[in-house]
């Protein structure tokens, strides 16, 4: 298997030898070539070179067409240089490397990204919270050039000039190693390549450069696609007041579905003056206004409609060669202020897979963009005209196979703020348990743009619970949020596989899944829970959260103390700590285990390989200390929870064990909540989240 570290997805055996074959060598692909502006692109063969040291040669799998393309091609783009292939936003397959090339390897799935991101430690741009200008390779890109000044495309040995430093109009194309965006290989990359460019940078202009709160007016002029992005990332934000204007009326359905207020038309409002319009609505002006046309009369106009004081306007449309912009100096001496944005601000290596992930769970959409789709490279004109026709906002052009299945996608089912960060909820078709599961995972606002992705934390819950108990019962949030854990609460077991007697008892079947792998004939389809929170689970956050999978911890609460205790002494190594709230330490000695082992497992000794007080005694690896608290007043201590007969156990063999008998605390998330700053404590600080004691 080739790239992904998770290992969601496959790629074929046919794709990999392919590239095996290929790499070191020149290959001989499709490519729609701008010989001229102005001129219909010339689908034709060229030579793809190799990729020298620090670069990336991709397999091109789908490509949108963003409205800088076709300017470029009408010749507006003063950067413009023909011949050149053309095309920026992508979404493709690393082929082959490059000598020194260590972030990506074949196989592994990328956006390529105009604005690199070197990530240098010297780069003042890279380590600044305020910029994403990379300038690393910037002069030589603006060029047409890869970073030693030379092109690695050609036809019949005349040099071909790159273009943006993507060139994705092609089968095949070279990229510097600081432009490729590694996501997860398990997206749609006919939909995700959109954020190779636009869509991406309407986001970010709201979410990085003006950072919008929160019950603000929003102006937007242009109504394509970088607009409607603009008003989707404002609703989310929560403006109270978006306006979208336009001189297409087509336009403002769209955009009120995406969270537009209302919408105007500047020619045939009122007097076609649109900015008397604005006025008439919000007298003192817009806190937020977005020029997304590129027309510089345009641009002054959202200026001096923005809020006397402190309204800020953001130029995002590329303005036509030679062209300046002007307005009288009062008004930005009463507080008015201009700005502009460049890929939305979005650092693009740290930040576009955080947003690949966003889109599939759920939170952002980018369907509604999509209104035209063409099969093959050969199609790459009808695109254009479609683009021209006014009633495209994007077309996808789908160039080539990945050979990867997109991932089935999860259902967002909640996301609220909480203590610096967010729980969501999440439901999936789970493989290991063949049925929908639900999950919900507490993640915290990054401490910085380009801090370390935080670790994330387990907690297993009890009999008769789900996800939801520990999250809005345990108190964790406020310690996680502040140390910057994330936080995962699974379901207790499979709902409604429609077993019989699934339901009976609180104590077997239905949220008493005791986190082993039924083998009875009954059970063993679905109560699967075992590989399902220590394979399945993880590997699914780890894909579709901005958290770091190699940095994972485990605890829980009675089950669910015993499970995390029996899922570490099972994987030596696995987690970095392990904690538990009242476990059930010897299972197989007492009521509950000896019923969940014998209708799981079969018999109470088949039982033994999920007794943490059995398994510590053959365990052999790396040993955490394993923090367990257990109140004295609680009423299943003696006959149901044994942490006497664990504490022996480890002690025997030198596994260090701490145990706290908590006076008069019971077995309630009353006691839980009381010791979670404690555990939370604990495991931030073997995760390196704080200094260790």
Wanted: glycine share 10%.
């Amino acid at each position: 298997m080739l790239g992904c570290r998770t290992g969601v997805r496959k790629m074929s055996t046919a794709l990999i030898e392919s590239f095996k074959a290929t790499a070191g060598k020149t290959i001989t692909c499709k490519a729609a070539v701008a010989w001229e502006a102005k001129k219909p692109l010339d689908i034709t063969d060229i030579q793809i070179a190799p990729p020298k040291a620090g670069e990336v040669r991709v397999k091109v799998i789908s490509n949108a067409l963003c409205h800088t393309d076709i300017y470029t091609l009408d010749g507006h783009d003063p950067e413009g240089l023909f011949p050149c292939v053309l095309g920026h936003e992508a979404a493709a397959v690393v082929e082959s490397i490059g000598e020194g090339v260590t972030s990506v390897v074949p196989g592994d799935v990328v956006i390529p990204c105009y604005t690199p991101e070197c990530k240098k430690h010297e780069c003042i741009f890279c380590q600044s919270p305020k910029t994403n200008l990379c300038p690393t390779i910037r002069s030589t890109q603006g060029q047409g050039f890869m970073p030693d000044g030379t092109s690695r495309l050609s036809k019949d040995g005349k040099p071909i000039y790159h273009f943006m430093g993507c060139s994705t109009f092609a089968e095949y194309a070279v990229i510097a190693e600081i432009s490729a965006a590694k996501i997860n290989p398990g997206a749609d990359l006919n939909k995700m390549c959109l954020l190779g460019c636009g869509v991406a940078t309407g986001w970010g202009a709201v979410f990085n450069n003006t950072k919008v709160p929160p019950g603000s007016t929003v102006a937007v002029f242009g109504l394509g696609a970088l607009g409607l992005s603009v008003i989707q990332a404002a609703k989310v934000s929560g403006a109270r007041y978006i306006v979208g204007v336009d001189i297409n009326d087509s336009k403002f359905p769209t955009a009120v579905e995406m969270g537009a207020t209302e919408c105007v038309n500047s020619m045939t409002c009122e007097d076609g003056d649109v900015k008397k319009w604005l006025l008439g609505k919000e007298k003192w002006g817009y806190d937020y206004t977005y020029d997304c046309t590129g027309n510089v009369n345009v641009m002054r106009c959202a200026l001096e409609v923005a809020h006397r004081g402190w309204g800020e306007s953001c130029v995002i449309g590329v303005a036509a060669a030679g062209k300046e912009i002007s307005t009288r100096p009062f008004q930005l001496v009463t507080g008015r202020n201009w700005k502009g944005t460049a890929f939305g601000g979005w650092k693009s290596r740290t930040e576009v897979p955080k947003l690949v992930q966003t889109v599939m769970r759920g939170e952002m959409a980018l369907e509604p963009y999509i209104t035209h789709t063409f099969q093959g490279l050969e199609h790459v004109n009808k695109s254009i005209d479609a683009l021209h026709s006014g009633t495209c906002l994007r077309a996808v052009v789908q160039i080539g196979e990945s050979g990867l299945v997109p991932q089935t996608l999860p259902k967002l089912k909640g996301n609220v703020r909480v203590e610096g960060g967010w729980m969501k909820q999440l439901s999936h078709w789970s493989q290991s348990c063949q049925c929908e599961m639900t999950f919900s995972v507490f993640l915290p606002d990054p401490q910085a743009r380009t801090a370390p992705l935080p670790p994330v934390l387990y907690f297993l819950s009890g009999l008769t619970c789900s996800d939801e108990n520990a999250r809005t019962k345990a108190h964790f949030a406020q310690e996680a949020g502040r140390v910057g854990l994330a936080v995962v609460f699974p379901d207790t077991s499979p709902r409604g596989a429609n077993i019989a007697g699934e339901d009976d008892s609180w104590d077997f079947g239905t949220a008493a899944g005791f986190y082993v792998n039924a083998t009875t004939p009954n059970w063993s389809k679905n109560y699967r829970m075992y590989d399902y929170v220590t394979k399945e689970l993880p590997e699914l956050v780890a894909g579709l959260f901005p958290v770091d999978p190699s940095k994972m911890s485990i605890t829980g609460h009675s089950m669910g103390g015993h499970g995390a205790m029996i899922c570490h002494l099972k994987n030596p190594g696995k987690y970095t700590s392990v904690s538990a709230f009242a476990p059930i330490c010897n299972p197989t000695a007492v009521p509950w285990g000896e019923k969940a082992f014998t209708g799981y497992l079969g018999s109470v000794e088949a039982g033994k390989e999920y007794d943490a007080t059995e398994l510590v005694k053959k365990y052999k690896g790396p040993s955490p200390p394993i923090l367990i608290d257990q109140g004295t007043a609680d009423g299943f201590l003696n006959s149901q929870l044994k942490p006497e007969n664990f504490a022996a156990a480890a002690a025997s063999v030198n596994y260090p064990c701490q145990v706290r008998m908590q006076p008069l605390y019971d077995h309630s998330y009353y006691f839980i909540s009381t010791f979670m700053r404690d555990h939370v404590d604990h495991h931030a600080r073997a995760l390196g989240l704080r200094p260790k004691l």
